[in-house]
């Protein structure tokens, strides 16, 4: 059974209403730990200010909604969160919202529908890094697990967002589990460059694990090939 634990466990307090910026959001974790704990999180979207109000008065509901259900998720009230983020998408259907609503959707353990919002609020903002980044846990933890699914997602969050230690760490975490173990060492290596600490634990594992193969590989064609010389 494929298993493996992210550093950004269940996405955290995500963003108050706020238009989508031109950068992408900055990814926030909760209980950072994907080799401790699957991770997701999202980083905080900007908080709404006067500049960025919207005129509609359905927009303005709908963005009111939403940074209600996010100072609920914030104190834990996660199914009344979920209720505004739903009415919000009722009214304007928009890529932080699909977010958020995916967050509440992941702690209450939907993870199909989670991974259906966070898929839908990407095609909205493709350049969400962090929408990326809960997609690979959620695929982690879907029945069954899904770890190619993961990769992809972790490898677009990290072209995204290349300065990341935590993306750098849950990547290698996944490919550590997948078995290529060559490719997890480089991005722990990189993670640990990026001021990830425990990374470094987790490359001298691989690395060890790697120094492992070597050897049994090398002891077996030896022994093949003195078979061979002594048939000879």
């Known amino acids: 059974m494929f298993r493996t634990v992210l550093t950004r466990a269940a996405p955290r307090a995500l963003a108050r209403a706020a238009r989508p910026a031109c950068a992408a959001p900055a990814l926030a974790a909760p209980a950072r730990s994907l080799p401790t704990s699957i991770g997701a999180a999202g980083r905080r979207w900007a908080s709404s200010t006067s500049d960025s109000s919207p005129v509609d008065p359905a927009e303005t509901e709908s963005f009111a909604l939403m940074e209600e259900g996010t100072r609920l998720l914030e104190e834990g009230d996660v199914e009344k969160a979920k209720d505004l983020y739903e009415q919000s998408l009722k009214i304007r259907t928009t890529a932080m919202g699909l977010f958020n609503l995916g967050v509440t959707q992941y702690y209450l353990k939907d993870v199909p529908s989670a991974i259906s919002s966070w898929e839908h609020s990407i095609q909205l903002f493709p350049s969400n890094a962090d929408a990326h980044t809960n997609l690979a846990s959620a695929h982690i933890l879907a029945v069954p697990p899904q770890p190619e699914k993961a990769l992809h997602h972790l490898r677009r ?3 995204l967002a290349p300065g990341d230690g935590e993306i750098a760490f849950n990547l290698g975490a996944v490919l550590e589990a997948s078995g290529l173990l060559d490719e997890a060492h480089t991005h ?4 640990k ?27 077996a064609e030896a022994e093949a090939a003195e078979g061979k010389g002594e048939k000879e």
């Open 193 to 219: 460059e990026l001021g990830v600490a425990r990374a470094e634990e987790n490359a001298r594992n691989v690395g060890a694990k790697l120094l492992a193969e070597r050897v049994k590989k090398a002891a």
């Open 157 to 159: 969050a990290q072209a």
């Open 188 to 191: 722990y290596i990189r993670s």
